[in-house]
Nanobody
Framework: QFQLVESGGGLVQPGGSLRLSCVAS????????IGWFRQAPGKEREGVSC????????HYADSVKGRFNISRDNAKNTVYLQMNSLKPEDTAVYYC??????????????????WGQGTQVTVSS
C-alpha cells in the first residue's frame, strides 16, 4: 500500500521549533518532488515548501522564508520540514504530498499523486 505518513507535530510556544517528518512506504520517493502544505481552520490548503526529487531545488512561501527549511534523505525515504521561530499564524494541519512535476508546480498543488494524512501544529502560549 502506498502511503505518506507525517509526524512531529505538536504544541509549541511562539518562537519555538518543530521538525516534521514525512515517510513514504510502499514506494520510493526518489522520483518525486515533495511538498509540505498546511491548512488552517476556514482557510484553503496552501503550499509551504517544496523540494525536487534529488533535493537540488527548493521553494518556500514568502510567509516562511528564513524560518523553515526543507530537506530530504532519499536513503531513508523521508522528507523533513524544520520549522523555527514559529508564530501563532503557523498553526494548522500540515500535510506532505508527492508530485511528479516541478517544485513550483508542486507547491501550487499541481501534479499531486499522493497526500499524507496530516499532523497538527499548534503555536500558542
Amino acid at each position: 500500500q502506498f502511503q505518506l505518513v507525517e509526524s512531529g507535530g505538536g504544541l509549541v510556544q511562539p518562537g519555538g521549533s518543530l521538525r516534521l517528518s514525512c515517510v513514504a512506504s510502499g514506494f520510493s520517493l526518489d522520483y518525486y518532488a515533495i511538498g509540505w502544505f498546511r491548512q488552517a481552520p476556514g482557510k484553503e490548503r496552501e503550499g509551504v515548501s517544496c523540494i525536487s526529487s534529488r533535493g537540488g531545488y527548493t521553494h518556500y512561501a514568502d510567509s516562511v522564508k528564513g524560518r523553515f527549511n526543507i530537506s530530504r534523505d532519499n536513503a531513508k525515504n523521508t522528507v523533513y520540514l524544520q520549522m523555527n521561530s514559529l508564530k501563532p499564524e503557523d498553526t494548522a494541519v500540515y500535510y506532505c504530498a508527492a508530485a511528479g512535476t516541478t517544485v513550483q508546480a508542486t507547491c501550487a498543488r499541481g501534479g499531486i499523486v499522493l497526500w499524507g494524512q496530516g499532523t497538527q501544529v499548534t503555536v500558542s502560549s
